[in-house]
Structures are given as structure tokens and as C-alpha cells.
């Protein structure tokens, strides 16, 4: 059997603003920014009323293309999202302390960091809700 996870795709409201986080901090690259045809397969994967119009944008990482993807939806509200986060995203980042100020300077949420270790490696994580309410977790790999 062969296996391949193609990229996650975040729902967002703003395109542009997203990018402020995923592409100008992270440090993704756009692969592409399109708008989506009204028959798209996001209108019923993502439940999307049919008034609604779509922006799709792909993001390369150093080591895989479109890895990552934002979907802008405009013309209608995004739901809240708020309590207990379903899902998140983690990424591996190498100077996590610089990343998580330039996030805290665009006002957004982050936990405190935390260092832990397993068998293979010590690292430091800390998590950060993106403008549209997607967890983001990042971790940086430290000299065991």
C-alpha cells in the first residue's frame, strides 16, 4: 500500500492576512494563488454555500511543493471558532523563540513554551491560534 500526505488546507477569510503568518513568519513560499470555479470540489468538501466565492492559494515548504494550502472564502461569515480545537497543524521551525515574537506581534494567541525530550531528541513546542482560529504548533529540535 502506498501512502502520501499531500498538504493540509486551512479555511481562512483573508487570504492576504494569512500570508502575514504562513508565508512572511513561517517562511513558506506561494506555490500559486488562484480563484476557484463555482463546480470546485472545496464547495462540498468544506460545505460551502454556493454564494460564496473561493480563492485557492498553495504554499511550497523548503522540502516539499504545495504542502500547505489556504482557502479564502468570501461573501459569507466563517463560523467562530472557539472552546476545544479539533485538529492542528505541526511544523518544525528553527529559531522558535524569534518565530512566536514576530506571532505575538500580530496580536495573536500563543501558550507558554515547553521543553520535553523522548528517546530521540529534546525539543522546545509552543502553539499559537492563527487569525481564522486554526492551532498551530511549533517545535524546535535542541543539542541532546
Known amino acids: 500500500m502506498s501512502l502520501l500526505y499531500k498538504r493540509i488546507t486551512l479555511v481562512v477569510a483573508d487570504i492576504e ?3 502575514t503568518v504562513y508565508r512572511d513568519i513561517l ?8 480563484p476557484s470555479d463555482k463546480d470546485s470540489f472545496s464547495y462540498p ?7 460564496a466565492d473561493l480563492n485557492f492559494a498553495t504554499l511550497d515548504s523548503p522540502t516539499q511543493e504545495r504542502t500547505f494550502a489556504l482557502t479564502e472564502i ?5 463560523p467562530k471558532q472557539e472552546g476545544i480545537h479539533m485538529s492542528a497543524s505541526v511544523i518544525k521551525v ?14 495573536l494567541h500563543t ?6 525530550e523522548n528517546e530521540y531528541a ?20 535542541m543539542e541532546k
Open 17 to 19: 492576512r494569512s500570508l
Open 122 to 141: 529534546e525539543f522546545i513546542e509552543q502553539a499559537f491560534v492563527d487569525f481564522d482560529g486554526h492551532l498551530i504548533v511549533l517545535y524546535q529540535l
Open 45 to 51: 468538501v468544506f460545505n460551502i454555500p454556493k454564494e
Open 94 to 107: 528553527d529559531d522558535l523563540a524569534n518565530v512566536i515574537s514576530q506571532v505575538k506581534a500580530l496580536g
Open 111 to 116: 501558550t507558554d513554551v515547553k521543553t520535553d
Open 27 to 34: 517562511g513558506f513560499t506561494i506555490n500559486y494563488i488562484q
Open 74 to 78: 468570501k461573501g459569507v461569515a466563517l
